[in-house]
């Protein structure tokens, strides 16, 4: 799930999801992602409406975890989902990009925790808007409806809002993680 992109659209994206309960990490992630070929997303693992991957063992049991995905795209699980559909340089930056967080994890002088308090950061507002607009701009390509069109732009609307205050409250979080997975369970 590294070597692709959302829906064949969101070509420098790598999304990490787990940071919510170990904070510790995200100045960890930005030190090693390499931002000429990577555009780093923040989301909590709470968007994905279940458990898709082996992190959920971890996630259930309260062990820090991060999954690391491009996404879904048009060819997953398909056959036409071959080793020359990969993006071999964006799948080599983000393997570089999960050995330094390993590397720095195993030079930690303690074992890093689990915050029972998920932090959720304003990143995660941006990595939604960005997506949401990448998305919007490759409407016909991605057969998106008028009904999914409104409910994003609408949804922008208060993402911009957010991002213009550089202010994520509480409060407003179940909304928006509600939108991103009714359309990416919709649209993908």
Not at 32 to 37: G, K, V
Not at 82 to 95: G, L, Q, V
Request: glycine share 8%.
């Amino acid at each position: 799930m590294i070597g692709r992109s959302l829906g064949g659209v969101c070509t420098k994206h790598v999304f990490v999801m787990g940071s919510e309960h170990g904070p510790w990490v995200r100045p960890v992630l930005a030190r090693f992602t390499d931002s000429a070929r990577l555009t780093l997303g923040t989301l909590g693992a709470d968007v994905l409406l279940i458990d898709r991957s082996d992190y959920g063992p971890f996630r259930h049991r309260r062990i820090p975890f991060l999954f690391f995905s491009t996404g879904e795209n048009p060819d997953y699980h398909r056959i036409t989902d071959r080793a020359d559909t990969i993006d071999y340089p964006k799948t080599e930056a983000i393997s570089r990009l999960i050995h330094g967080v390993i590397k720095d994890a195993l030079v930690r002088p303690t074992i890093p925790g689990w915050s029972t308090v998920p932090e959720h950061p304003i990143e995660e507002v941006l990595t939604i808007r960005e997506v949401f607009k990448i998305m919007l701009e490759h409407g016909e390509e991605l057969k998106i409806s008028g009904a999914q069109s409104f409910i994003m732009r609408g949804t922008l609307r208060t993402l911009d809002a957010i991002a213009e205050r550089k202010t994520y409250h509480v409060s407003e979080r179940p909304a928006i993680i509600r939108v991103a997975q009714g359309i990416l369970a919709t649209v993908f």
